[in-house]
């Protein structure tokens, strides 16, 4: 099975999205193909961001949801994209989260 295949095949497979958000959308331009092949997962999301808490970013959950929404998921229909949010898991990484 191709990586590509396996990706997009498998609607259950679990998902990690680390860092796509508005702090660093100059640098990411794919956030829109990114929120449709979310749109479709019935798999576990987990979403996690560099949050306000961190020197690095001033994004708030919120702000990270609009961004979100903004990208199309939940196809810019509000309580489609309240059914999707809640279904993911969103940590608040803060920055370094992997260096450890």
């Given at each position: 099975?191709?990586?590509?295949e396996f990706i997009t095949g498998g609607k ?48 708030t959950l919120t702000d990270v949801y609009a ?25 608040d990484k803060g920055y370094a989260f992997f260096?450890?």
């Amino acid at each position: 099975m191709r990586l590509h295949e396996f990706i997009t095949g498998g609607k259950n497979h679990p998902v990690i999205v680390v860092d796509v958000q508005p702090a660093y959308a100059n640098y990411i331009h794919f956030a829109p193909q990114l929120a449709q092949f979310l749109n479709a997962r019935t798999g576990n999301v987990w979403m996690m961001y560099n949050g306000d808490r961190s020197d690095t970013t001033t994004d708030t959950l919120t702000d990270v949801y609009a961004y979100w929404f903004d990208m199309g998921l939940g196809n810019e229909d509000p309580e489609e994209f309240d059914r999707i949010v809640a279904n993911f898991k969103w940590t608040d990484k803060g920055y370094a989260f992997f260096r450890g």
